[in-house]
Every structure is written in C-alpha cells, then in structure tokens.
C-alpha cells in the first residue's frame, strides 16, 4: 500500500514562510518522481512544482516561481516544498503526489498516488 502524507501546512500571515513535507511509504521513493499540486475552493487543482527522482529537474508554477521551492531527500523519503512571501492567493489544499516515472509533469492525471492534503491559509 503507498501512503503519502502531507505535512507543515497552517494559518500564517502575508509575506511569512511555510515548509511542507511529504512522506512517502510503500514506493520505491527514489525512482518516482513527486509533486505539489493546490486546490482553493471552487477552483480546479493547479500544479505547484514538480521534482525528478534524482533532482536533477525540477519544474514550479509560474504563480509561485521565485518564491517557492521543491526539494527532496530520498535517504528520508520526504519531499519538501519550502514557500516563501507568501500572499492569500496561495491559502489552499496542498496535495504531494507521486508518479511511477522518475521524470517529472506538470499534469495532475499523470499522478497515480495522492496524499489527503494539508490546508494552508494565508492572512492579509
């Protein structure tokens, strides 16, 4: 069974920082590459960045690009998205998710595994 579990979200003020990490189970985390996609409510799950499974490549949102950053430790099985400057238009459900190709995507549906999220929530 492949579990991933979101963590590090919260409520924090415009301009602060976050750091999510995500810890996988089940895979072999080293040869997947993983995500970060958000959700906002009544809006369409959007891609955040995107990691290869040795690092090399990595792909972020124009949104976010310059303020946020992906990262992974695959010793640890943890993949992190460090977001800096933050403003409330990133308050939303963050997903981590991972594929069983090791080159990263900006598409949602070529995920196969998801974790449940974890809510962040940004102050003006």
């Known amino acids: 069974q492949v579990l991933l579990v979101e963590s590090g979200g919260g409520l924090v003020q415009a301009g602060g920082s976050l750091r999510l990490s995500c810890t996988s189970s089940?895979?072999?985390?080293?040869?997947?590459?993983l995500g970060w996609f958000r959700q906002a409510p009544g809006k369409e799950r959007e891609f955040v960045a995107a990691i290869a499974w040795n690092s090399e490549n990595t792909y972020t949102a124009d949104s976010v690009k310059g303020r946020f950053t992906i990262s992974r430790d695959n010793a640890k099985n943890t993949v992190n998205l460090q977001m800096n400057s933050l403003t409330p238009e990133d308050t939303a459900m963050y997903y981590c998710?991972?594929?069983?190709?090791?080159?990263?995507?900006?598409?949602?549906?070529?995920?196969?595994?998801w974790g449940q999220g974890t809510q962040v929530t940004v102050s003006s």
């Open positions: 998710a991972a594929r069983l190709t090791g080159t990263p995507s900006m598409t949602s549906y070529s995920y196969q595994f």
């Open positions: 089940g895979l072999i985390f080293s040869k997947n590459a």
